[in-house]
């Protein structure tokens, strides 16, 4: 770890890899076994960085363990810089390898993802694929060479990751990729804009035709554009990626700027539902109201790691519900087992369940609290929930199954529900400050937006790509308001026969209302979810309630001796006796468990006293490995045999009355042998050990005794028992 003065505020890889001090850098280079090459006109650092870039564990992250893998998404989540409390277990190999840099903070630690690695990083479970960041990273080397060179100003030399760097710089900052599309030409603009109102997404056809461009170059896959028009001016400034075989896709953080100039369009359509919407109540009859998705999420995660319990009928049955495969769906018979323990419903649970592994709540690194998601507390695992959601790489209303893990990697094309998603978001927040608004209202909204029809071709095309049933932009409307906002804790829904109906927006069904939540709105509005609120507590001896304030990885290291006694608004942990004992009898040290609690809660008395009691020691036990039990009633026998220096090392020494312990190793001719040699045999259930030596007649032997003979009382004779 570096000191902060020596290390600018850059990522650049270059130029953090100058900074570091003459000894880590050596150690990085000795530890990959880089070689340096004097004769270069490029310096010591500039070598590294190259030959840091061509890692394979940038192209196949499977390389590293999981809980490095987690981290460096984090990581990436975060733009690059993470600030932690303290330096994550899962930092060291990464450090190592010279994959992610620190150094220190104000209160903690900051984490350095370069951006060389940035911009060639695979997507993961929960990423926008349509953000810039993954586009970029997908992109063909043309156009990966033509964006490097716009933003470097000359051309662009291998490796490109490095020359995408000065491109970073401006894509990854929204106020500077803000001020880059205001430098575009009116002609650029009006291309830029005439896309994003057809969905943000059109073919090539479409986009010679917004930009009046009359040469058609045609190859096997269709028209091409020509390399000198708008379409490839934008391209190259990274603002209309290309997507194979021939559609061209503006990513997300571009359309949130081109699409808040025209919003001030649709101002008087807002106005005429708002006047309606405010003309009278709209509250409903019987209404379901929506509850904190955190708890569940996190009472899903700690349920899975609860200790092992034995049933009714003597079978162990282990706490985690599943083994989860990385990068495979929720097995459906999962969901609905969790659904019943925690009295949900299923498309609740599925998607929660979704969500919580997007945020990487099921990684075994979960638990430690120097990095997310470990370091997230309850009232922020709620924001971490919903912006999953909304990047919509885990969860797709616009397919019959949504979760979108359950398909194959080569399978999961994104479809245009991300733009649908934001359209809702923005109605709900317009129209729902604190009312009951009709869901026939929302929906003539959203049917009179002049995206509806670019959104109903790019749902057409998709669905003909993967061979899916054609959905309507307003049918995943139906579901983001019915399931996935309640489910995520921001709508209220209210069911009332009197209310204005929509047959095509409240199909069979009675009429629907809803209502924005608090929680909802200041999710919207990107303002923290209240303030630290009720912190955690027993409710009596046993039960403990967490609050807004607690923090993840201390609870699910509480979760292999507690167990999850409700999950609704609140998450409430059993922590008896009986699973304290679970807890000591698997090894854990009761300070071990007494730190734990307490890092979320003061231990009331009486669960003071229990951990206190079961942490006196009354004695010790030695355990002893043998290989065998010799009887021998004689105590002039034993004593014979403890004695003799022919035999004594045979044995353990102290052994218990009655007999003597075999040491672990020694086999029953050897005992047998070494017996015989000072006069005392070895009968094994009635008979007589013969040895090889016996065998062959080099000493003699007795007759063997009848069957169910006793043992001669004072004779030279022992039992072994096995």
């Not at 808040?260 to 106005?271: E, I």
């Not at 649908?420 to 009709?438: C, D, I, K, T």
Request: proline fraction near 7%; charge should be neutral; hydrophobic fraction near 40%.
């Amino acid at each position: 770890m570096s000191d902060p003065s020596s290390i600018e505020r850059t990522t650049r890889l270059t130029d953090i890899l100058r900074a570091l001090p003459q000894r880590e850098l050596d150690g990085l280079i000795s530890r990959l076994g880089i070689r340096i090459d004097p004769a270069k006109r490029i310096d010591v650092a500039s070598q590294v960085a190259r030959a840091l870039v061509s890692l394979p564990e940038l192209r196949d992250p499977s390389r590293l363990q999981p809980a490095s893998i987690e981290l460096v998404h984090r990581v990436a989540e975060a733009r690059g810089t993470l600030r932690v409390g303290a330096v994550p277990a899962a930092l060291e190999p990464l450090l190592a390898r010279g994959l992610l840099f620190a150094r220190s903070a104000n209160r903690g630690v900051e984490l350095i993802l370069p951006s060389a690695y940035l911009v060639q990083l695979r997507t993961w479970d929960g990423e926008d694929p349509r953000g810039i960041r993954a586009l970029v990273s997908q992109a063909p080397f043309e156009t990966m060479s033509a964006i490097a060179a716009h933003y470097l100003g000359r051309p662009a030399t291998p490796p490109i990751a490095l020359s995408l760097e000065a491109a970073w710089d401006v894509l990854g900052s929204q106020q500077r990729l803000t001020e880059e599309i205001a430098k575009l030409s009116a002609t650029e603009r009006r291309v830029l804009e005439g896309v994003e109102e057809e969905g943000g997404e059109v073919d090539t056809e479409e986009l010679l035709e917004l930009e009046r461009e009359p040469l058609r170059l045609r190859t096997a896959t269709g028209a091409t554009p020509s390399r000198r028009g708008v379409g490839f001016s934008l391209e190259r400034r990274a603002l209309l990626m290309p997507v194979h075989p021939n559609r061209h896709v503006i990513p997300t953080e571009v359309s949130a700027i081109i699409g808040a100039a025209s919003h001030s369009q649709r101002a008087q359509r807002r106005d005429a539902v708002r006047a309606f919407v405010a003309s009278g109540d709209h509250a409903p009859r019987r209404a379901r109201f929506s509850l904190d998705p955190a708890p569940l999420a996190l009472g899903i995660a700690a349920a899975a790691r609860e200790a092992p319990t034995r049933s009714a009928d003597n079978r162990t049955t282990s706490g985690t519900f599943a083994d989860l495969r990385a990068g495979v769906g929720t097995p459906k018979s999962l969901v609905q087992r969790v659904a019943a323990r925690f009295g949900r419903e299923v498309q609740h649970v599925a998607l929660t369940f979704a969500l919580a592994r997007a945020v990487g709540l099921w990684d075994t690194a979960a638990t430690g609290t120097s990095s997310p998601p470990g370091s997230f507390t309850l009232q922020e695992l709620t924001r971490e929930l919903f912006h999953a959601w909304q990047r919509g790489g885990a969860w797709d209303e616009a397919r019959a199954e949504p979760e979108v893990l359950r398909l194959s990697p080569d399978a999961r094309d994104s479809s245009p529900a991300g733009v649908v998603r934001e359209m809702v978001l923005e109605a709900v927040r317009e129209l729902g400050e604190g009312r009951w608004v009709p869901w026939s209202s929302l929906a003539g909204w959203l049917r009179s937006d002049h995206r509806i029809p670019g959104l109903t071709r790019l749902l057409r095309r998709w669905a003909e790509r993967g061979g899916l049933d054609l959905v309507e932009p307003l049918e995943v409307a139906r579901r983001i308001v019915h399931e996935s906002l309640p489910a995520l804790g921001l709508l209220d829904l209210g069911e009332d026969e009197d209310l204005p109906r929509d047959p095509e927006a409240d199909g069979q069904g009675p009429p629907i209302t809803l209502r924005l939540t608090a929680r909802g709105r200041s999710l919207l509005g990107g303002k923290p979810s209240g303030g630290d609120g009720e912190a955690a507590r027993f409710l009596d001896t046993h039960i403990l309630r967490l609050g807004p304030s607690s923090q993840i990885g201390s609870v699910l290291a509480v979760a292999p001796f507690v167990e999850v006694a409700r999950a609704a608004e609140t998450l409430d942990l059993l922590v008896a006796p009986a699973t304290l004992a679970r807890a000591l009898s698997a090894g854990l040290e009761a300070d071990v468990v007494r730190s734990r609690i307490e890092a979320i809660a003061p231990l009331p008395e009486a669960l003071s006293k229990t951990l206190a009691q079961a942490s006196v020691v009354v004695g010790r036990a030695s355990w002893q490995t043998a290989a065998g039990f010799l009887w021998v009633d004689d105590g002039n026998v034993r004593e014979l045999l403890r004695t003799r220096r022919a035999t004594q090392d045979l044995f353990v020494d102290p052994s218990p009355p009655g007999g003597l312990l075999v040491c672990a190793g020694v086999d029953l001719e050897r005992v047998a042998r070494r017996c015989r040699s000072v006069g005392v045999e070895v009968l094994v259930e009635g008979q007589v050990v013969r040895t090889r030596a016996t065998a062959q007649g080099i000493s003699s032997a007795p007759p063997p005794t009848k069957s169910g003979a006793t043992r001669v009382a004072g004779s030279r004779a022992a039992k072994v028992k096995e």
